[in-house]
T-cell receptor, first 115, second 116 residues
């Protein structure tokens, strides 16, 4: 399975943009890039996902490198409520439905947001 | 009301006891999952079910069993609890057609289990 590498922790000031990097140099052509986050004392929640093109939603933006070996989750204006552990996860595409949908969590990046 | 609920939210038990954790969902999803999380670590998949008749082992199924009683209910059992099963347990659901890997998983609030 393709692995992802993320920094253990990052800090940001409130209302500043945050760029959370993820390396996935062994990504295959059909792997999707997902981001989830886990707020303190809660279950993980979906943030965004993409395949090749950059993606935007109400929570964040996902910038995917042209060679797809890295991606960056962008929070445009961090708030205290964005303090969480952010997980970058690859999921297999198509074919074997037994592997589709299973999320393999690493240790993620712990984002601290300060006033 | 929450879409994915877990009961109990907290449980303390003794070694050797049988424990059942329950998960219910109102999202109408076919797929359900059980994960465990240990301190400082990411989540690991225990079991998953793509429909009522389908049960599959995850990466750490030893010592656990599951039951999919209905589309909305997925229970995790520890037949004889041991201390290293002390962890945070999460249930999740997802809904997608076959061979689509872009489905989103929705997680419950978790059950904190302590085995003494």
């Amino acid at each position: 399975d393709a692995k992802t590498t993320q920094p253990n922790s990052m800090e940001s000031n409130e209302e500043e943009p945050v760029h959370l990097p993820c390396n996935h140099s062994t990504i295959s052509g059909t792997d999707y890039i997902h981001w989830y986050r886990q707020l303190p004392s809660q279950g993980p929640e979906y943030v965004i996902h993409g395949l090749t093109s950059n993606v935007n939603n109400r929570m964040a933006s996902l910038a995917i490198a042209e060679d797809r070996k890295s991606s960056t989750l962008i929070l445009h204006r961090a708030t205290l409520r964005d303090a969480a552990v952010y997980y970058c996860i690859l999921t297999h595409g198509g074919g074997d439905t037994g592997t589709a949908s299973k999320l393999t969590f690493g240790t993620g990046t712990r984002l601290q947001v300060t006033l | 009301d929450a879409d994915v609920t877990q009961t109990p939210r907290n449980r303390i038990t003794k070694t050797g006891k049988r424990i059942m954790l329950e998960c219910s969902q109102t999202k109408g999803h076919d797929r359900m999952y059980w994960y465990r999380q240990d301190p400082g670590l990411g989540l690991r998949l225990i079991y998953y079910s793509f429909d009522v008749k389908d049960i599959n082992k995850g990466e750490i199924s030893d010592g656990y069993s599951v039951s999919r009683q209905a589309q909305a209910k997925f229970s995790l059992s520890l037949e004889s609890a041991i201390p290293n099963q002390t962890a945070l347990y999460f249930c999740a659901t997802s809904d997608s057609p076959w061979r689509v890997n872009t489905d989103t998983q929705y997680f419950g609030p978790g059950t904190r289990l302590t085995v003494l």
